[in-house]
Nanobody, 112 residues
Framework: VQLQASGGGLVQPGGSLRLSCVTS??????ISWYRQAPGKQRELVAA???????NYADSVKGRFTISRDNAKNTVYLLMNNLKPEDTAVYYC?????????WGQGTLVTVSS
């Protein structure tokens, strides 16, 4: 099981980024995006099921959109109206049986 996250970068406040998480050939049920800011615990940002049901942290509702393209084994996180407090390393994760599998993380920095 492999997950490859990409799409991070430096963006000004109010800007947008789209993160991608490409998974290995298996189609997973729930895929989640987490983030970890310096000195803080990792937190759930958004999740999407195979049936495209979604869940968001209150802090990103209305600004972030999670979606998936099963044909491409890819989950996206579109982040709009980014704020400095969104700065973090973003990770995608899935669960297979009792085990969690994480991507390597992609850094998002929101700064002017």
């Amino acid at each position: 099981v492999q997950l490859q996250a990409s799409g991070g970068g430096l963006v000004q406040p109010g800007g947008s980024l789209r993160l991608s998480c490409v998974t290995s050939g298996t189609i997973f049920n729930v895929i989640s995006w987490y983030r970890q800011a310096p000195g803080k615990q990792r937190e759930l940002v958004a999740a999407i099921s195979s049936g495209a049901y979604t869940n968001y942290a209150d802090s990103v509702k209305g600004r972030f959109t999670i979606s998936r393209d099963n044909a491409k084994n890819t989950v996206y996180l579109l982040m709009n109206n980014l704020k400095p407090e969104d700065t973090a390393v973003y990770y995608c994760k899935t669960r297979l049986g009792p085990d969690d599998y994480w991507g390597q993380g992609t850094l998002v920095t929101v700064s002017s």
